[in-house]
């Protein structure tokens, strides 16, 4: 979209005097704004209205009490647009043992129930965070099966993924029948583009899809795409130890962003869901 000058001047700031179409992901139009004395990252979901950031904003105030996070500016509509204004990072290097201790510490955030208070619909893949005390029934029927009804739904799934996948969930249900899993905070899509490097080196966590769950969650999304050297799980153990035996269980974990990526990208993304599926 084209951000005219009248529609400049409706955001709660003043004097914009340079706009420059940034990278954000393939979700958002992203921005740099420049006022006379300010730089500002700005999000536009086109048509949405102002509901598609207030999950976003949520997870940013709630990683933001222990982690470093981009400051909310504004969220709000101009129009049917929806907006959300942060604060402009410069980027450099940093220590992936620190940021491990940050994800660490956003993972000893523990609640009572998993979910949140609110689901998020508005994205391309809904997301049913009703409250469980379960984290069979949660995991299982708000985040696997409705992925898999969809891929169903878009012919990307057979009767030898169906009868895989149904022996895995047997497994999973088998596992936590007996072992307890603690609500912790969530980032919810913990892959190497969604954190980055301050200027001065502070590791920092954006674009987050919070929920509380099983922390072993986040840790599969660090396993699949790289960008997560052993230096970044080294910090995160220093602070709070992930339980023996993690690596049998990420499969588990791996599979939920897989599924997603099969029904937002195709089937490049079948063979990785057919070598998880394969294991049980």
């Known amino acids: 979209m084209s951000l005219s000058k009248a529609w400049l001047q409706q955001l709660p700031i003043n004097q914009v005097e340079k706009v420059k179409s940034v990278s954000g992901g393939d979700i958002n139009e992203s921005y740099k704004l420049e006022t006379p004395t300010t730089q500002y990252f700005m999000k536009v979901q086109p048509n949405r209205g102002k509901a598609f950031f207030a999950h976003e904003v949520e997870g940013l105030h ?6 470093n996070v981009p400051q909310v500016v504004a969220s709000g509509e101009v129009g049917n647009d929806g907006f959300l204004l942060l604060n402009w ?26 979910g949140l208070d609110h689901d998020f619909m508005a994205g391309k893949l809904p997301k ?3 409250w469980q005390t379960d984290w069979i029934t949660f995991y299982l029927d708000q985040r696997l099966n409705p992925l898999v009804k969809l891929a169903t739904k878009k012919s990307r799934w057979n009767d030898w993924r169906q009868s895989q996948f149904q022996s895995m969930s047997d497994q999973f249900k088998k596992y936590y029948s007996t072992h307890q899993v603690v609500p912790s905070l969530l980032h919810g899509d913990l ?4 954190y980055l490097f301050t200027a001065d ?3 920092m966590l954006i674009d987050p899809d919070v929920f509380y769950g099983d922390r072993e969650l986040d840790i599969a999304m660090t396993t699949l795409f790289g960008g997560f050297s052993q230096e970044f799980y080294q910090g995160y153990n220093s602070v709070y130890p992930l339980t023996i035996g993690v690596d049998k ?10 599924l997603a990526h099969l029904n937002l990208f195709g089937e490049t993304y079948g063979p990785m869901v057919d070598q998880i599926l394969r294991a049980y």
């Open 249 to 258: 269980r990420l499969g588990w974990y791996q599979l939920n962003y897989l």
């Open 128 to 130: 049913d965070n009703t």
């Open 89 to 114: 990072i410069d980027t450099g290097q940093g220590s992936q043992f620190e940021l491990g201790k940050m994800v660490a510490k956003v993972h000893q955030q523990h609640a009572e129930k998993f």
């Open 201 to 203: 080196g502070e590791p």
């Open 191 to 194: 892959w190497s583009g969604n």
């Open 62 to 67: 709630l990683l933001g009490q222990v982690a």
